[in-house]
């Protein structure tokens, strides 16, 4: 049986899956190269393009949580949350309001947040 069963109890386990910033920094450019990756295939049409959307995405993630944060990527338990939860994080990043998310989920202090503004 799954522990999460909302999304909002799954978001801030998401968030401490992904505590260490080059798991982040990893998951940040393998959701950048699949959106790039879906709209060259949309742009050229190029329907097979779309078979490398997941590749893309996801080949970035599952080897940091490998050899970088060292867990189990969240996508084999709760595959679409995961999903929803990656481009989560990455509009907050995108938008400047991740770190408050991972203050809130206990990912990091406020004061090792000040620390790092200074």
Do not use: C
Not at 12 to 41: C, D, K
Not at 103 to 114: N, P, T, Y
């Amino acid at each position: 049986m799954r522990e999460h069963q909302t999304f909002e109890s799954f978001w801030p386990f998401y968030l401490r899956e992904h505590a260490r910033p080059a798991t982040r920094h990893w998951h940040f450019v393998g959701s950048t190269l699949a959106i790039l990756v879906l709209l060259a295939a949309l742009l050229t049409q190029s329907w097979w393009g779309l078979l490398a959307v997941p590749l893309a995405g996801y080949f970035f993630a599952w080897v940091s949580h490998a050899f970088v944060e060292r867990n189990k990527p969240a996508t084999f338990t709760y595959p679409l949350w995961s999903l929803i939860g990656d481009y989560r994080m990455y509009g907050m990043f995108l938008t400047g309001r991740l770190d408050d998310e991972l203050v809130r989920a206990g990912v990091i202090s406020e004061a090792g947040l000040a620390e790092t503004e200074r």
